[in-house]
């Protein structure tokens, strides 16, 4: 591959932070650099409390536990995302209730009134994706959580870097957590974050990521845990990696604007709310999208796996790059259109079906220049017009 989607972008101080790692011979299990990414995380969201971990699944499954979703529970969710923003909550033996997207991709503020008027069980928490960066309508959303005693987990995986009124997405609810999976704006190859204003709950989380293992000589167990904390030699990579973080996000704001300069009279774009900075994580387009035709209805219905066909304009766009060496992807298939969730609540709009048959995500890799940019739009533009 030429350009790939979203790949790791090195700071270079990675190995420096590493060989100290491995001279200190802390190579596991903790050690001086996790503590360091969680407290770089803690100084750039201006959040108080951070736990880091092997992955943002990780991070997810421990919100929920920490805030007591138990078995036939049920989890109101975002419903266009990725898989792993949802699958804890059937770790825990819990129910989904997927929420529709608006026209920022990001959870139907509507719906969820909707959802919150008419489910016979009152739901424990809402799981809020902010998606590909962008921010989900907050001040709502943590107004109707407040109003409905609902707890607010932010899926922030794919917003490191996104601000709304000045403030990170991900600090705005009871928990957030960042991914640092390969792809995501920073990495550490594999890694999470949870981060939350409460000590205790924190506390909690990070009790419950090290096996439950009870503060005495021996091992002592009153209740079990998981193996999910981040080894020292993924920590030495995080830091070195949050001090580029800025520059990343300035740099995938830039590789956006500059798709929309090359590529705005053909494709449509997300806009980013007012007072909002998006990450940008990935830019995403679409193409031949009416928005007259979304939020074509308001419903409460059962998920049914759905064959959606993608526009094929979209799919040979995605062929054509490929066999140029250029990673491009659809987005998310929502949760309400997947197999694994037939028989599950939703709450739908068609607007994530519209989304998945129009979008493409574009190569976003911090590492490429208005040239390359300019070569790829150059190329779309090209396969668009063939
Ligand atoms: C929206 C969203 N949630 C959760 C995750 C899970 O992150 P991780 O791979 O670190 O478990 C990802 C990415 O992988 C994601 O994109």
Sequence with gaps: MKFFLSPPHMSGKELDYIKEVFESNYIAPLGEFVNRFE????????????LALNSATAALHLALRVAGVKQNDTVLASSCTFIASVAPIKYLGAKPIFIDCDESLNLDVNLLKLALK???????A??????????SKIDEILQICKENDLILIEDAAEALGSFYKGKALGTFGE???YSFNGNKIITTSGGGMLISPDKTKL???RFYSTQARENCLHYEHLDYGY??????????IGVAQMEVLEE???????????YVEFLGDELSFVPELDDERANRWLSVAFLGLDKNELFAYEKKDFCVQKKIALDPKISRLIEDLKNLGIESRPLWKAMHMQKVFEGESAYLNGNSELFFSKGICLPSATAMSKDDVKEISTLILKSLRA
């Excluded at 008419?118 to 424990?124: E, L």
């Design 118 to 124: 008419t489910s016979p069980k009152k739901p424990k």
């Design 248 to 258: 990343r996000v300035l740099k995938k704001r830039q590789i956006y604007e500059w």
């Design 203 to 205: 506390e909690k989380a």
């Design 175 to 177: 928990f957030g957590v």
């Design 227 to 236: 193996n999910y904390r981040l080894s020292n030699v993924l920590g030495a």
């Design 39 to 50: 407290e770089s995380i803690k100084a750039y969201t201006k959040t108080p409390n951070a």
């Design 126 to 135: 809402l799981i809020l994706t902010h998606l590909y960066g962008n921010a």
